[in-house]
């Protein structure tokens, strides 16, 4: 003889918990969100090699020459309106590392000064300035940030971004 068969037990009819998502369910909501996930990280990493690229450009026409020729003009005519070996004061809006060591590459000998827009006028700026005796400043930006300027031309032969500002700073 077999076993009786046990009774299914009776459902509540209006049950007040929500039923449980099927495994299928979980699956396709995480892979969803993976999915988000990944592709902005994809845009993320596309705009910032796009980025890089851009800048890569710039310095690659630059015909194999170790400094720019728009900075290298730019320069030429700085260093023409100083007395030599005078300090310099690099003035620029935002840092950067690659730009502002070809600038002081292509005004070598003359000593220069980087200064960025939050050391303006502070007193470590005006005792730089005193003690080194810095009567000339290169300003770089989109405009130019004034570094005090008694007067200012625009570097004739700059093509590169943003503006370039050359004169002489009062004491």
Request: charged share 15%; aromatic share 10%.
């Amino acid at each position: 003889m077999s076993p009786p068969i046990a009774p299914k037990p009776a459902r509540a009819a209006h049950s007040t918990a929500a039923p449980a998502p099927t495994p299928l369910i979980q699956r396709a909501v995480a892979n969803s969100l993976a999915a988000v996930f990944l592709i902005s990280l994809a845009f993320g990493g596309i705009r910032a090699a796009v980025n890089q690229l851009r800048g890569s450009l710039h310095f690659y026409q630059s015909h194999n020459r170790p400094i720019p020729v728009e900075v290298e003009r730019a320069a030429a005519y700085v260093q023409s309106q100083i007395p030599p070996a005078s300090p310099v004061l690099l003035v620029v809006s935002k840092p950067d590392a690659w730009a502002d060591g070809l600038w002081s590459r292509a005004l070598y000998p003359n000593p220069i000064f980087l200064v960025y827009k939050q050391d303006l006028d502070t007193p470590d700026h005006h005792e730089l300035r005193r003690k080194y005796r810095v009567r000339f400043a290169v300003s770089i930006g989109d405009p130019p940030l004034d570094p005090g300027f008694r007067w200012q031309k625009p570097a004739p032969g700059w093509t590169g971004a943003g503006q370039v500002a050359f004169g002489e700073v009062k004491p």
